[in-house]
C-alpha cells in the first residue's frame, strides 16, 4: 500500500513540481517531503484515534479539502519541510503545498472509490499498522471486542 501511495505521490507531485517553477535539482527532495507529510498526516490520523477523519476523508468527503483539518495539517508540514529543509520561499513552498496535497487525495479518494486494490480503508490501516493492526482490523469490521477494542488496539500501533 505505502509502494502505491508513493508511487502515486510521484507521479502528482512531478507535474506539480514543473508547474510551480520549483528547479529540477530540488525535485526528488521535494517529492521525499511531499510523501513524507501524507504518510505522516494518515499515520498521525490513525495513532490518535480519528478514524473518523480519515474514513470521511476517504469516502469521498472531498468537496472541500482545505476545509478538513488532516488535510491543512499535511499542507502545514509540507509547507514548513519545504522552506526549513530545503530552503524554498513560502510562497512556492504554500502555492505547490496548496495543489500537490489535494491533487494526491483526490487521486487516493477515487481509487479508494472505486474499489482498486490495496486503496481501501482496512489496506491503509494495516500498512501504517504493520503486523499489529490486525486487532483493529477486527474491531473495525466487526470483531468480538467492537470499537473499544479498536481504540485499544490504536494506542499499541505507535
Same mark, same amino acid.
Given at each position: 500500500?505505502?509502494?502505491?501511495?508513493?508511487?502515486?505521490?510521484?507521479?502528482?507531485?512531478?507535474?506539480?513540481?514543473?508547474q510551480a517553477g520549483i528547479s529540477t535539482d530540488l525535485a526528488g527532495a521535494v517529492t521525499k517531503e511531499t510523501g513524507d507529510s501524507i504518510i505522516n498526516g494518515?499515520?498521525?490520523?490513525?495513532?490518535?484515534?480519528?478514524?473518523?477523519?480519515?474514513?470521511?476523508?476517504?469516502?469521498?468527503?472531498?468537496? *472541500?479539502?482545505?476545509? *478538513?483539518?488532516?488535510?491543512?495539517?499535511m499542507i502545514t508540514n509540507l509547507v514548513g519541510s519545504l522552506t526549513s529543509k530545503l530552503g524554498l520561499g513560502e510562497g512556492i513552498a504554500k *502555492?505547490?503545498?496548496g495543489s500537490v496535497i489535494p491533487g494526491i487525495i483526490e487521486s487516493l479518494v477515487s481509487k479508494s472509490k472505486g474499489g482498486e486494490s490495496g486503496f481501501q480503508?482496512?489496506?491503509?490501516?494495516?500498512?501504517?499498522?504493520?503486523?499489529?493492526?490486525?486487532?483493529?482490523?477486527d474491531s473495525l469490521t466487526g470483531g468480538k471486542e467492537g470499537l473499544g477494542g479498536a481504540m485499544n488496539a490504536l494506542k499499541g500501533l505507535f
Open positions: 500500500m505505502i509502494d502505491q501511495i508513493t508511487k502515486l505521490i510521484e507521479q502528482v507531485s512531478s507535474k506539480e513540481i514543473s494518515f499515520k498521525d490520523s490513525i495513532s490518535g484515534g480519528d478514524l473518523g477523519a480519515l474514513t470521511s476523508l476517504l469516502g469521498g468527503g472531498t468537496s *472541500n479539502l482545505m476545509s *478538513n483539518p488532516m488535510v491543512m495539517g *502555492n505547490f503545498a480503508i482496512t489496506d491503509l490501516i494495516s500498512s501504517f499498522g504493520g503486523g499489529d493492526s490486525k486487532g483493529l482490523l
